[in-house]
C-alpha cells in the first residue's frame, strides 16, 4: 500500500519552530516529487513547499526564508522545518506524493501569541 503520515504538529508559539515529518511508502519514493500543503480556518488548501527526486525546491512567498522542505531518501521521509512561525501559520499541514495523488491525513500546528 501507499501511504503518507504525518507527525511532529503541535503548538508553538510565534517567534518558534516546529519540523514536520512525513513518513512514506512505496517503491518510487526517490523519483517522486513531494508536496507540503497547507489548509488554515476558512481558508483553502495551500501549496507552500515542493521537492523533487534531485532535491531541488520551491515555495510560496508567504513560507520563503522561514521554512525548509527536505527529503531523505533512503529513510524515505519529507520534513519540513519551520520557523519563525506566525500567527497566521495555524492549519492543517498535509503532505503529498505527486505520482498517484497520495495524500497524508494531516497535522495540526497551532501557533499562539
Known amino acids: 500500500q501507499e501511504r503518507l503520515v504525518e507527525s511532529g504538529g503541535g503548538l508553538v508559539q510565534a517567534g518558534g519552530s516546529l519540523r514536520l515529518s512525513c513518513a512514506a511508502s512505496?517503491?518510487?519514493?526517490?523519483?517522486?516529487?513531494m508536496d507540503w500543503y497547507r489548509q488554515a480556518p476558512g481558508k483553502q488548501r495551500e501549496l507552500i513547499a515542493t521537492?523533487?527526486?534531485?532535491?531541488?525546491?520551491s515555495y510560496a512567498d508567504s513560507v520563503k526564508g522561514r521554512f525548509t522542505i527536505s527529503r531523505d531518501n533512503a529513510k524515505t521521509m519529507v520534513y519540513l522545518q519551520m520557523n519563525s512561525m506566525k500567527d497566521d501559520d495555524t492549519a492543517v499541514y498535509y503532505c503529498?506524493?505527486?505520482?498517484?495523488?497520495?495524500w497524508g491525513q494531516g497535522t495540526q500546528v497551532t501557533v499562539s501569541s
Open positions: 503529498k506524493r505527486r505520482e498517484g495523488d497520495i
Open positions: 512505496g517503491s518510487m519514493f526517490s523519483v517522486s516529487a
Open positions: 521537492i523533487i527526486g534531485n532535491g531541488a525546491t
